[in-house]
């Protein structure tokens, strides 16, 4: 008989007035004005609701929301190292599972959540997070991407877009470009490499209603789920604070970015633009894209839209689901 772990159930929100009203993550944190992460955070906090755990590994929202012995946090929060968000939620969760069979907690289970950034996750915390897959933790596992080692000094990471001008890949006369790698393709690496996951999506901060339902939907799966959650970055992306929502938009209308759920094996796309914009649409606002040459800016159009063909191939060929 299987155990009754009182796993909660979360209804997706038919708008975002329906949602609790109630803040999770509270003013008083030290992040940089129109900081996309932060509000990834709050939107992320306030869907998940009360009885929530986040675990945060070392980043732009450890450094920036944990300091003086003060978080704003309304819900319980453990800090773990950049490497190992993952072994830690997987310790959480397995001792959650044990006092319940043993009858010392019986409570509601509790929305356990490592808010990685992409260092985090699939960098340096690639292998906790892989292994936390690997053994069926139900964990909720999100990349919160603000395309680089933010907290540092504005390093490249895996997800850095390629043409960046990053502290780590400044362009000059050798490379003219900053950046040559192109970035890993996150979700894949979690679809490709992790049969008991049956649930990924990716969303971003100017999207809140669908935001705030995939991460609903993603915490009532009884198995490991992981978001991809786009969180533009005034200071590492080099644009006017006040445009953090317009850059993610921008992202999703150029094809940079695509809004999709991947459910037992079935994609669904969400907001696919009938006409896709130019990719210099979105990267003339950014000063990390300022040095790029036309050249450069055609290769990079060249890759958006393999990505865009792929989106045009999964909504045409319809994908079973595996019984």
């Not at 649930?199 to 995939?214: F, S, W």
Request: proline share 7%; charged share 20%.
């Amino acid at each position: 008989m299987k155990f009754d772990y009182k796993f909660q159930k979360l209804e997706p929100a038919k708008s975002f007035k329906a949602i609790n009203k109630a803040e999770m993550y509270v003013p008083g944190h030290r992040t940089c004005a129109g900081c996309g992460p932060a509000l990834n955070y709050r939107l992320v906090a306030k869907a998940a609701g009360p009885d929530t755990i986040f675990i945060g590994p070392t980043g732009c929202m450890y450094v920036a929301n944990a300091s003086y012995l003060c978080t704003p946090y309304a819900v319980s929060w453990i800090h773990a190292q950049i490497t190992n968000g993952g072994a830690v939620a997987s310790g959480i969760e397995a001792a959650f599972k044990v006092l319940a069979r043993k009858g010392k907690y019986k409570g509601t289970f509790p929305n356990i959540i490592v808010m990685a950034g992409d260092g985090g996750t699939v960098d340096i915390g690639l292998q906790a997070m892989s292994a936390m897959f690997y053994r069926d933790h139900k964990v909720l596992f999100i990349c919160y991407d603000n395309e680089s080692y933010a907290n540092t000094g504005i390093q490249t990471s895996p997800t850095t877009p390629y043409g960046a001008n990053t502290t780590f890949t400044p362009p000059g006369k050798e490379i003219p470009e900053g950046k040559t790698l192109f970035p890993k393709d996150v979700p894949q690496m979690v679809i490709g490499g992790h049969p008991a996951v049956k649930y990924v999506a990716t969303t971003t901060v100017a999207h809140p209603l669908d935001l705030t339902n995939k991460v609903r939907k993603a915490l009532s799966y009884e198995c490991p789920t992981f978001l991809h959650m786009l969180s533009p970055c005034p200071k590492g992306w080099k644009f006017d604070e006040k445009l953090t929502r317009e850059m993610a938009k921008l992202a999703v209308e150029t094809g940079m970015w695509s809004l999709f759920e991947w459910e037992n094996g079935v994609y669904k796309y969400t907001n696919v633009p009938k006409t896709y914009k130019p990719i210099g649409e979105y990267m003339k606002n950014q000063g990390r894209f300022t040095h790029l040459k036309a050249e450069h800016i055609a290769k990079m159009q060249a890759f958006v839209d393999g990505r865009i063909a792929k989106v045009k191939a999964d909504m045409a060929i319809p994908v079973a689901t595996p019984k």
